[in-house]
């Protein structure tokens, strides 16, 4: 099975400062990998998924952009953080090739001031 | 529009009871559905996964059931105990790249 490692776990910024989340998969090659967003008490929103190197699917507008420069390695970035950017980020993978199981990192928990 | 709901939003249970969740979607197309367990802080982790053929699925005190005529699913829990506490969120995969969760039910076992 996968292991999805994630880090910080948790991260505390002032708003208008940048942000680099990482996320590297165990397990498996050239999987789909996952950066989902998780506000307190609400459903994960997934931000952006890709399906190999370099390639970004973004799914919502926002602040926020993604980077894939290997097989299984996955970023989170924005120049300019805003209040709103606050909440549970976690990274997910899946084998490709049909409807596998995603499996979900640790996640980290980011405090915009 | 696809979409997956859950019932109740949150539950508060004595230690050594039962509970049962439920799930009702409106996702096409239906590949499968997963109950997952989400401590809090930590990822989401898999359940039980049924396909649309499949009615029923168990994973020790966990029992999940699928109806895909009326696109409901429920998660019933046996026996509870303290490390039940968490939220449980329905997740329908369409086949595609993209999952449908639900918001959850955040469950507490109480001593």
């Known amino acids: 099975s996968q292991t999805i490692h994630q880090w910080p776990a948790t991260l505390v910024q002032p708003v208008g400062s940048p942000l680099s989340l990482e996320c590297t998969v165990e397990?498996?090659?050239?999987?789909?990998l996952y950066w989902y967003r998780q506000a307190a008490g609400r459903g994960l929103q997934l931000l952006f998924y890709?399906?190999?190197?370099?390639?970004i699917s973004s799914e919502v507008p926002q602040n926020l952009s993604a980077s894939r420069p290997q097989d299984r390695q996955f970023i989170l970035s924005s120049k300019k953080l805003l209040l709103s950017d606050s909440g549970f980020y976690l990274c997910?993978?899946?084998?490709?090739?049909?409807?596998?199981?995603?499996?979900f990192g640790p996640g980290t928990r980011l405090t915009v001031t | 529009k696809n979409q997956v709901e859950q019932s109740p939003q949150s539950l508060i249970i004595l230690e050594g009871k039962n509970c049962t969740l439920q799930?009702?979607?409106?996702?096409?197309?239906?590949?499968?559905l997963r109950w997952y367990k989400q401590d809090t802080g930590r990822g989401p982790v898999s359940l039980t996964i049924?396909?649309?053929?499949?009615n029923t699925k168990s994973n020790g005190r966990y029992t999940a059931t699928l109806d895909a005529d009326t696109k409901q699913s429920s998660l019933h829990i046996t026996a509870s105990q303290l490390s039940d506490s968490a939220s449980y969120i329905c997740?329908?995969?369409?086949?595609?790249?993209?999952?449908?969760f639900g918001t959850g039910t955040r469950l507490l076992v109480s001593p």
């Open positions: 997740v329908v995969n369409t086949g595609f790249q993209k999952l449908v």
């Open positions: 799930c009702n979607y409106t996702v096409s197309p239906f590949s499968n």
């Open positions: 397990g498996t090659s050239n999987p789909n």
């Open positions: 049924m396909t649309f053929s499949e």
């Open positions: 890709s399906v190999g190197i370099g390639q």
């Open positions: 997910a993978g899946k084998q490709t090739g049909g409807p596998y199981e995603q499996y």
